[in-house]
């Protein structure tokens, strides 16, 4: 056997002389391009080496082959992370938060680049002070802020901070001092301050099972635990905005059992919400009564119903037609609620009176994208914040009067590098048709022939097309990002859910495929893109047709579900099984032995980057090695096949800003390279 000592020193010498040679020719023609040919490099030329050692052999070896292609990027590389770099430390607008004494915004600090979080008089105003310097809370801690939350009494804020070593919330006080209220083996993800601001109520797991709901005492420093979970999973808290009730969501299977604490309450204990016949979305109250939105499968509608606090008496229930929007989530003032809601194009917000019922949309006039509602700093409540943003639209907060049904740009961030009016910022819908008819739609973003084309379709969850800055570079350089929004996901609601799950399945993909085929009929060039359970439907259709695709990138994928759902003892498969499939129902075995991307045959395949952390805390190693060693074992051709391990981070990216821009970097010039 060859000696892989030797071998990769020959290779590392035979690149470095590659990279050297690339980068003479960036300096002598004063910028580097990739579209003239570049000879295809081959990263696996020894599979013995690779796979017939034990895996950490074979990690080892991965490690090895991504950093000659890392090298061989190199020059490509360092512009796309400038280009990162500089989007990364432009200030953006502030995002107001909620509205006590002052309001509180998330913003950036221009001379320093990091997160702030800022307190003013006015929401959309100036900035009077910072409350919190989050760069600082970062670079002690060692992680990245997820999400921040202000106390009633604005004396503490709430942290939840992700690090390589999980999931924590850590308090902090005005003077800076934190604390940290999880630990050992324990992460903590949703989280909510009860109505005195002395107590914080937060979902706790092990792994990535959510087993409890707890609140922790400031003063006494004690957890106790309010709730545990059985069967399910929680997967949402939310403290409803009159600050009287906290809303419990809790995940069986691909429904939600929903649970009410009365945080006023001398009980202290989440009480069951039941609606018969009524498929509970999102809860809220403000006023005198709790707002619910939901569905009602029997009529095949969507509700806003107005409830008595006891949920035993029904006020007044409003239906919300399909061409409004899908909702999925309410915020309830006391002349109006807020509902968001999805649609092909992304999102956007159903405003309803409290007076008559009523309903008015807000439509970004920006093409398709992501409008999310923020808060509202007004005692008469006449007006309310939304945030926008699109691939191709940064971020800009709006003031929206829901007496004039009128919207006011307030503020947006100052981003270097943004895109040009014209091809790179167009934007629009188009659809394709799929194999039994149905118009598939896409949100369209650039006017390019060079297309990445992003898929997810899966759990009901809508792909919303919002700002990534990774999406940037491409866009500049003559690329289209084109979101396919296949029936898997949530964007029609819950039928075009549920007509690709389990046995339908494959439908994902056929859509998938119906996509990639109307952009290939116009003349585009593709590439893949898909992360996570997106990438079960990505890489069946690389592996299906490959011919329609130039290249792919699998992120932190899923691939084998016939291994994990014939696995019960994993915490995740129970609640799986209606989605993907039962491997002990033959049907439904036969459904996943067809869809999954482990069914592999002999083929041709585009160029291929598959990127995960080696401490993906959902998908094991041992899977995607095993995927990557048949998918070469069967290439026919000689498309590079690279597999990039990251030593840091988890399955939801890094915890540190600069090795999340190293690795949009790689995936952004392996695209390019790719697609010379």
């Known amino acids: 056997?060859?000696?892989?000592?030797?071998?990769?020193?020959?290779?590392?010498?035979?690149?470095?002389?590659?990279?050297?040679?690339?980068?003479?020719?960036?300096?002598?023609?004063?910028?580097?391009?990739?579209?003239?040919?570049?000879?295809?490099?081959?990263?696996?030329?020894?599979?013995?080496?690779?796979?017939?050692?034990?895996?950490?052999?074979?990690?080892?070896?991965?490690?090895?082959?991504?950093?000659?292609?890392?090298?061989?990027?190199?020059p490509?590389?360092?512009?796309?992370?400038?280009?990162?770099?500089?989007?990364?430390?432009?200030?953006?607008?502030?995002?107001?938060?909620?509205?006590?004494?002052?309001?509180?915004?998330?913003?950036v600090n221009e001379s320093t680049g990091g997160q702030v979080l800022y307190r003013g008089n006015e929401c959309g105003g100036e900035h009077n002070s910072t409350a919190l310097d989050l760069l600082s809370l970062q670079s002690a801690l060692k992680g990245t802020i997820e999400a921040v939350r202000v106390s009633p009494g604005e004396d503490w804020a709430a942290v939840n901070l992700v690090t390589s070593l999980g999931r924590s919330i850590v308090i902090v006080n005005t003077g800076g001092q934190f604390q940290a209220i999880t630990a050992g083996p324990k992460n903590a993800y949703d989280f909510a301050w009860d109505h005195t601001g002395r107590s914080l109520i937060f979902t706790s797991s092990i792994g990535t099972k959510i087993v409890s709901l707890e609140r922790f005492d400031i003063e006494s420093g004690i957890s106790s635990v309010l709730l545990e979970a059985d069967s399910g999973n929680f997967i949402t808290i939310k403290r409803s905005t009159s600050g009287k009730y906290l809303?419990?969501?809790?995940?069986?299977?691909?429904?939600?059992?929903?649970?009410?604490?009365?945080?006023?309450?001398?009980?202290?204990k989440p009480q069951l919400a039941v609606l018969k016949g009524f498929e509970i979305l999102d809860f809220d109250h403000s006023g005198t009564s709790i707002k619910a939105v939901g569905y009602l499968p029997a009529d095949d509608k969507f509700m806003i119903l107005h409830l008595s606090p006891s949920l035993n008496y029904l006020i007044r229930k409003t239906a919300v037609s399909a061409e409004l929007g899908i909702p999925q989530s309410i915020t309830s003032y006391r002349e109006y609620s807020v509902i968001s809601a999805n649609g092909p194009g992304g999102t956007r917000l159903i405003v309803e009176s409290a007076v008559d019922g009523t309903l008015h949309t807000i439509v970004p006039d920006g093409g398709p994208g992501v409008i999310k509602p923020a808060a509202s700093c007004d005692e008469a409540q006449n007006y309310f914040y939304y945030t926008f943003s699109s691939p191709v639209k940064p971020p800009a907060v709006y003031r929206y009067s829901t007496k004039q049904r009128a919207s006011?740009?307030?503020?947006?961030?100052?981003?270097?590098?943004?895109?040009?009016?014209?091809?790179?910022?167009?934007?629009?819908?188009?659809?394709?048709?799929?194999?039994?008819?149905?118009?598939?739609?896409?949100?369209?973003?650039?006017?390019?022939?060079?297309?990445?084309?992003?898929?997810?379709?899966?759990?009901?969850?809508?792909?919303?097309?919002?700002?990534?800055?990774?999406?940037?570079?491409?866009?500049?350089r003559g690329y289209s990002a084109v979101y396919c929004h296949v029936r898997g996901g949530g964007e029609l609601g819950p039928l075009w859910h549920s007509s690709a799950t389990n046995t339908n399945k494959r439908v994902s993909v056929d859509d998938y495929i119906a996509c990639a085929q109307h952009l290939r009929a116009k003349g585009l060039m593709i590439a893949a893109y898909g992360r996570s359970a997106g990438a079960v439907t990505v890489a069946r259709a690389i592996l299906d047709k490959p011919a329609l695709f130039k290249a792919a990138v699998l992120e932190a994928p899923f691939l084998d579900v016939l291994g994990q759902m014939s696995n019960l003892d994993l915490s995740l498969t129970p609640n799986e099984l209606s989605e993907w499939g039962d491997p002990r129902i033959p049907a439904e075995r036969r459904a996943i032995e067809d869809y999954t991307p482990f069914r592999i045959t002999a083929g041709e395949l585009p160029h291929l980057l598959v990127t995960r952390s080696l401490h993906d805390e959902l998908i094991p190693l041992e899977e995607t090695l095993g995927w990557v060693k048949a998918v070469r074992r069967s290439r026919t051709n000689r498309s590079t096949l690279a597999l990039r391990l990251s030593k840091s981070g988890g399955h939801f990216g890094e915890s540190k800003d600069y090795r999340e821009i190293e690795e949009h970097a790689f995936k952004v010039a392996f695209i390019i390279w790719s697609m010379r």
């Open 76 to 107: 490509l590389q360092l512009r796309i992370r400038r280009e990162l770099y500089s989007l990364s430390q432009s200030p953006s607008p502030g995002v107001p938060l909620r509205c006590l004494r002052y309001c509180y915004s998330l913003g």
């Open 408 to 476: 006011v740009s307030v503020s947006r961030g100052t981003f270097q590098g943004e895109l040009q009016p014209g091809p790179q910022t167009a934007s629009r819908m188009d659809k394709a048709v799929a194999q039994d008819g149905t118009s598939i739609p896409m949100s369209v973003f650039g006017d390019h022939r060079k297309t990445l084309l992003i898929a997810y379709g899966a759990y009901g969850k809508p792909l919303e097309p919002a700002y990534e800055r990774w999406l940037i570079p491409l866009l500049k």
């Open 247 to 268: 809303f419990i969501a809790e995940r069986l299977g691909a429904r939600r059992r929903w649970s009410i604490l009365d945080l006023q309450s001398d009980d202290g």
């Open 1 to 74: 056997m060859n000696n892989p000592s030797h071998l990769n020193s020959i290779r590392k010498k035979c690149l470095w002389w590659h990279a050297a040679a690339l980068m003479s020719a960036a300096l002598v023609s004063g910028c580097l391009r990739l579209e003239s040919p570049l000879t295809p490099v081959e990263f696996a030329t020894n599979e013995a080496e690779l796979f017939a050692a034990p895996n950490h052999d074979a990690v080892q070896a991965e490690l090895n082959h991504a950093e000659m292609l890392n090298h061989l990027l190199m």
